[in-house]
């Protein structure tokens, strides 16, 4: 790795990423900035891991953050070791932690449950890292901020409606959206709302960087004037029974020509996928020239590549 290599990247302090708030606003324009270093110039970045080993835990299926965290890894010149199935199946998390942490320099861990990713964190000497939790989901999160500045150039003032079920990606942009400026409103049904805790949270963090964040029950609402409309499945894996009850609950929270036409004319479409089309999304909107759903999936890998060469170059 050549010293322009080192100097691109500015190192977090050694600790895991189980939520959002450990990397602070400071780090999160950092690793943007790096990432658009890192999707640009990827022969520079090659062998800055040379010889680091990553462990992915993974209970839950997964595509984008399966795959996007192995080329992440690997294209920075570090190995891949991948576990697929609970974590905690033959032993206990404390031990899985104490065991990887022996072998690998970071555990990349996509769980059912936060306490899963926070037990790995307090027994690991290596850095843990969030692919995704039932609460959060950090590092969709850093993607839908590098896609965000891309499209959108400077981001505070701006607006993003996310519209749909109070769940782990909505947890997830109230604690980062704020913290660069971003105004973010949140329309759910009722009883679907995010949690307590993380709405007060977010809050607080709104507030601190005088940016708004709204919870509300009209998507109308929500969206007027937005410069971005964001949306996620109705029933999330694990829900797939509730999946019929959901469907007449959110069915006036579809994101739709008609409810895209409050936002700007030229306001962006995001969805983290998967998408249930015709669900939460018609086809004619995920499909149109104001979808960028393909970038943000895309800029999964460059925000990773980005969070890694932070943690452990």
């Known amino acids: 790795m ?87 199946e033959r032993e206990p998390v404390k031990d899985v932690a104490r065991n990887l942490a022996r072998w690998v320099q970071c555990i990349v861990a996509r769980t059912f449950e936060q306490e899963t990713i926070d037990e790995l964190a307090r027994n690991s000497e290596v850095p843990v890292v969030n692919a995704l939790s039932d609460l959060y989901h950090p590092c969709q999160a850093l993607a839908d901020v590098f896609t965000l500045k891309e499209k959108l150039g400077e981001l505070r003032g701006r607006k993003v409606a996310f519209v749909g079920d109070g769940n782990n990606v909505a947890h997830s942009l109230m604690l980062t959206l704020p913290r660069q400026g971003v105004n973010l409103t949140v329309a759910t049904p009722r009883g679907y709302e995010p949690k307590p805790r993380v709405v007060e949270i977010a809050l607080e963090m709104a507030d601190a960087y005088n940016a708004e964040l709204c919870i509300t029950h009209d998507p109308k609402e929500a969206v007027a004037g937005a410069d971005a409309v964001y949306t996620d499945v109705w029933a ?49 909107v995920i499909e149109s020239p104001q979808s960028v759903v393909f970038d943000q999936a895309e800029n999964r890998l460059h925000t990773q590549k980005a969070l890694l060469l932070m943690l452990l170059a």
């Not at 999330?236 to 579809?254: N, T, V, W």
């Not at 936002?263 to 004619?284: I, N, Q, S, Y």
């Open 2 to 88: 050549n010293k322009n290599t080192l100097k691109a990247i500015r190192r977090i302090p050694f600790r895991s990423i189980t939520y959002d708030l450990e990397l602070t606003a400071e780090e999160v324009a950092s690793l943007m900035d790096l990432a658009a270093k890192v999707k640009n110039e990827p022969v520079q970045f090659r062998d800055a891991l040379r010889g680091r080993n990553v462990a992915l835990m993974f209970e839950k299926p997964s595509l984008r953050t399966r795959l996007t965290f192995e080329l992440a890894a690997r294209q920075v010149g570090a190995e891949t070791v991948l576990s697929i199935g609970p974590v905690a």
């Open 236 to 284: 999330s894996m694990g829900q797939e029974h509730q999946r019929d009850k959901r469907r007449r609950h959110f069915q006036p929270f579809q994101v739709n020509s008609r409810l895209m036409a409050r936002a700007k004319p030229e306001a962006l479409f995001m969805h983290c996928l998967p998408a249930k089309r015709g669900e939460e999304v018609t086809d004619e």
